[in-house]
């Protein structure tokens, strides 16, 4: 099933998805749409599985661009298709017909959009990513090029929920010390310490000055949704887990 956000739906030179785990070949834990090159499912099962996704969004397979992700605050801008592999985090491009495609198993998926100067962003955002400030990057550059905050939406993709996203002390303290503020992102419950990814990334933002930020009210950990889930595959002793895909792209 593809999960799109009501934000960006009336722009009809935009074509955007979210992907859950189902409509692929492979088998097992990589059960079935599994993109994630990095896994150790069978290289050909994650290969027809991103053509597969490639001829939904009707894009050419080589213009699918697909990172290196290494929750660092590092993207390119995307004039033409890369002749090789890039190592980032996050992608701008203005360019038609180039898909730009993250993959997540319980990160957010996070697009922006510049309806007005048709130019797109995707960012593969972690704590670590949110903690480096990638989409404050991100959005700077866009700023730079000549983007009206006015004009920029952004999407929050699938991941997982506070509720299932246990931290330690050391890791609430580190995001403290950044800024005294982010206290509202962490919840104790039975003297465990509960942070929220999705929030988290909206209020970083909003504080920049985004009026409109969607949530995609989707938590990746929760097996009924059916996504990749680090965290799941960690809880059921699996020694791997596959990778959602989310991709956005200019017609």
């Not at 309806?115 to 797109?120: A, L, M, S, T």
């Not at 509202?184 to 039975?190: Q, V």
């Amino acid at each position: 099933k593809v999960i799109k956000a009501k934000l960006f739906l009336k722009y009809k030179f935009l074509n955007h998805s979210f992907f859950n785990k189902k409509g692929g070949v492979s088998k097992g834990i990589y059960k079935s749409l599994n993109c994630g090159l990095g896994s150790n499912d069978k290289k050909h099962h994650i290969k027809k599985n991103i053509m597969i996704v490639s001829r939904k969004l009707g894009l050419k397979r080589k213009n699918l661009i697909i990172i290196n992700q290494i929750h660092s605050n590092k993207f390119y801008i995307i004039n033409k298709v890369p002749n090789k592999k890039l190592t980032a985090d996050g992608l701008i491009t203005n360019k038609r017909k180039i898909g730009l495609g993250i993959l997540t198993a319980d990160c957010a998926p996070v697009f922006i959009l510049d309806y007005k100067k048709k130019i797109i962003a995707a960012a593969h955002v972690g704590w670590k990513g949110a903690y480096k400030k990638i989409l404050i990057k991100i959005l700077d550059n866009l700023i730079n090029q000549g983007c009206q905050l006015n004009n920029l939406l952004s999407v929050v993709g699938p991941c997982i929920s506070q509720n299932n996203y246990e931290v330690k002390k050391d890791f609430k303290k580190r995001f403290l010390n950044q800024d005294k503020k982010k206290i509202k992102y962490f919840k104790n419950i039975n003297n465990k310490i509960y942070f929220s990814l999705g929030d988290y990334i909206r209020g970083q933002m909003v504080d920049y000055g985004l009026k409109n930020v969607e949530i995609i009210k989707k938590d990746t950990f929760y097996k009924k949704n059916n996504f990749f889930s680090a965290r799941n595959s960690s809880k059921n002793h699996e020694n791997d887990y596959g990778r959602n895909i989310s991709v956005i792209m200019i017609k």
